[in-house]
């Protein structure tokens, strides 16, 4: 893992001592509001519905133990004793009181974390492939790629002021668990002649007007990673709508002024500043890749898998491979069926950390799916792990299956919110459950926003629902066919919406109707709903325009 | 004709804690919209906020928002500005711990 430099370190110091005397002078009253804001943005303070939120971000969705001990202890001591993880890969705790935030920012310095760059229009917290150093499936660990690209945007002169936020993600391996194609800048690790490089997407985004990444650099050689990004960054910078908001994403302008465009100004831009790289970019990033060496993987026998039916329908759906055959990437679901999606208290934190201790290395991930990964557990221990987990209450075995939502903190939390998300995932999960059919309907992506912001990745749910505010009353409308992977596709609105005690029946139907229509048990929702078109779901959405029209 | 101006109460977000906050009609910050001043006047609404404006050191973000009288005390008409009275739904935090 990356460890702090002592420049690092006094950078945090001195920027949580300037926001310590901002909070001051707010609280004295030699701050307005108007003057405060931003500060406190530009340090992940943000308000929300019932208080403050801080939002810190897990660079690359990467934690040590430690980091993590310490992201429960600031739950127990300054929040109500929970974190929440975000689409994101942050995490977010939702009841600081403004005084207590200086000390918040100086305890999570403590591990190297910090909130900047949590908000605002700057390059936000690069994301990557939660499965990062450890898939089976990966080209390279696209982690020492995340990290030089954090440190060449973390407080970036030219970049604090962009015409809107601006996300970036990275994934080693082109089953793409990162989503990079709704991203601002996607990259994906490739080889090519025994070479790594990238393939360059750009323009992607969910939001108001969702788009899938185009491809802008098929093959990009990995030491041109930093002026290309910085060339397609300044290109944005100049060409983005400052007049319109709704209009400044990226995406927009890609659209607008086309990708040929595009290409013809960041390769410009690109050839005019790589010389001024020298090759410093390349040293610190091979200083970085030292930081991200594997771990010494263990040589221990692999024991069969005991005969417990509950480890073994864990182990099912919750491990995946790993490079080393020896070992397995532990998924930890934090959807327990009725429980909030993403929150995890400062017990499971404690446990957590414990076990990555013990038994992955002592590292941990965050997914955007808002789950805990155990990246590299040898196969040795899963039994002893999976045992840890239950007694924590940790152990529910639903990772990519229906009631593994995604859910926004919507209006429960969130000021932009038009509906609320969270008792939405918890009503679908809790009846999922009850009708046990969660394994016979197999990999299923539900995702959850409770606004246009689409921060839940509705659009590329496999049933995306989106919250919105119809006339006074919460209204959730449902797109269907959305896909997040590799096959990235932006879901179709299936109808008109349904209040917010229609939309669990709703999702029921769909799944009923799914089982139904499928060919055979392995054909998965998405599957069947591209083979057959959205005609028989929406018969089952819309019974009685069904009948009607009969 | 002018549409008839629809009632509201002066709310905000506590400047330290937060917490969800209205205007009474003695000028304190309460935390109970109950407590809250029902302003049926739309000039005595705009007036109440500027007023709260010009407490910018004890709260965040002073809006109207629409409410209407009742047999405890103004109660909430949007969704949203119900759940500002109580809290999150998924846990007992919030105002509603407080009951
Ligand atoms: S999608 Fe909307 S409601 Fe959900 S977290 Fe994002 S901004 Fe808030």
Redesign the pocket.
């Known amino acids: 893992m990356y460890e702090y430099s002592e420049a690092d370190h006094a950078f945090l110091a001195e920027r949580n001592r300037q926001f310590r005397a901002q909070v001051e002078r707010r609280v004295d009253g030699s701050l307005t509001e108007e003057e405060f804001k931003p500060l406190r943005l530009m340090n992940g303070l943000y308000l929300q519905l019932h208080a403050y939120m801080l939002r810190v971000a897990i660079p690359y969705g990467t934690l040590s133990s430690d980091q993590l001990r310490k992201l429960a202890e600031i739950a127990e001591r300054w929040d109500k004793g929970y974190g929440h993880f975000?689409t994101r890969q942050n995490i977010q705790f939702n009841w600081p009181r403004l005084r207590d935030v200086p000390d918040m920012l100086d305890a999570l310095a403590e591990v190297g974390l910090h909130a900047i760059q949590t908000s605002g229009n700057t390059i936000r917290n690069v994301t990557a492939d939660h499965f990062a150093g450890a898939a089976a499936d990966e080209v390279a660990d696209p982690r020492p790629h995340a990290e030089l690209l954090r440190q060449w945007s973390t407080d970036h002169p030219e970049f604090q002021f962009l015409p809107r936020k601006f996300k970036i993600a990275v994934t080693g391996s082109a089953a793409d668990r990162a989503v990079i194609r709704a991203h601002d800048i996607g990259l994906e690790l490739r080889e090519k002649d025994g070479k790594i490089g990238f393939r360059v997407l750009v323009g992607g985004g969910l939001g108001r007007t969702p788009m899938i990444g185009k491809v802008l650099r098929d093959w990009l050689p990995e030491a041109d990673l930093l002026p290309y990004c910085e060339a397609i960054v300044s290109v944005y910078n100049l060409l983005g709508r400052r007049d319109n908001k709704y209009k400044a994403r990226i995406k927009i302008t890609v659209h607008e002024h086309g990708i040929e465009e595009i290409s013809r100004l960041v390769e410009e831009r690109f050839a005019l500043i790589r010389p001024a790289f020298r090759g410093a970019d390349r040293t610190l990033l091979n200083r970085i890749r030292a930081m991200f060496a594997p771990p010494e993987w263990a040589d221990l026998p692999v024991p069969p898998l005991p005969d417990d039916p509950g480890l073994r329908a864990w182990a099912d759906v919750n491990v995946a491979s790993h490079r080393n055959p020896g070992y397995a990437i532990v998924t930890v679901s934090l959807k327990k069926h009725g429980a909030t999606p993403g929150d995890a208290t400062a017990g499971q934190m404690r446990v957590l950390a414990d076990l990555a201790a013990r038994y992955a290395h002592d590292e941990l991930r965050i997914s955007h799916e808002q789950n805990v990964v155990l990246p590299h557990v040898h196969r040795a221990h899963l039994a002893a792990v999976h045992a840890a987990l239950k007694a924590a209450d940790l152990a529910t075995a639903n990772v990519g299956l229906a009631s593994d939502i995604i859910a926004?903190?919507?209006?429960d939390?969130?000021?932009?919110?038009?509906?609320r998300?969270i008792p939405v995932a918890q009503g679908i999960a809790e009846r999922i459950e009850a009708l046990r059919i969660e394994r016979d309907v197999g990999e299923l992506q539900i995702k959850i926003?409770?606004?246009?912001?689409?921060?839940?990745h509705?659009h590329v749910g496999h049933i995306g629902i989106l919250?919105l505010d119809r006339a006074g009353v919460e209204n959730y409308q449902i797109t269907l066919g959305g896909s997040a992977g590799p096959d990235a596709a932006i879901g179709e609105r299936a109808g008109p919406g349904f209040a917010y005690d229609e939309i669990v029946p709703a999702v029921e139907r769909l799944l009923t109707a799914y089982l139904a229509l499928r060919e055979e048990p392995g054909e998965r929702f998405v599957d069947a709903y591209r083979r057959l078109g959205p005609a028989p779901f929406k018969a089952a959405l819309y019974p009685e325009a069904a009948r009607d029209a009969a | 004709m002018p549409r008839a101006f629809a009632a509201k109460v002066l709310t905000a977000n506590d400047l330290l804690e937060g917490d969800v906050v209205y205007l009474a009609a003695d000028d304190r910050w309460v935390r109970d919209h109950r407590e809250a001043e029902l302003l049926e006047d739309e000039a005595v609404a705009e007036d109440r906020l500027l007023y709260a404006e010009s407490r910018a050191a004890e709260v965040v973000g002073p809006y109207l928002a629409d409410a209407r009288g009742g047999p405890d005390g103004p109660e909430p008409i949007h969704f949203r500005e119900a759940f500002r009275t109580r809290g999150p739904s998924n846990y007992p935090h919030g105002k509603q711990a407080d009951v």
């Open positions: 975000t926004c903190p919507g209006m939390y969130c000021a932009l919110a038009t509906a998300s926003s409770g606004c246009i912001n689409a921060c839940g509705h919250g």
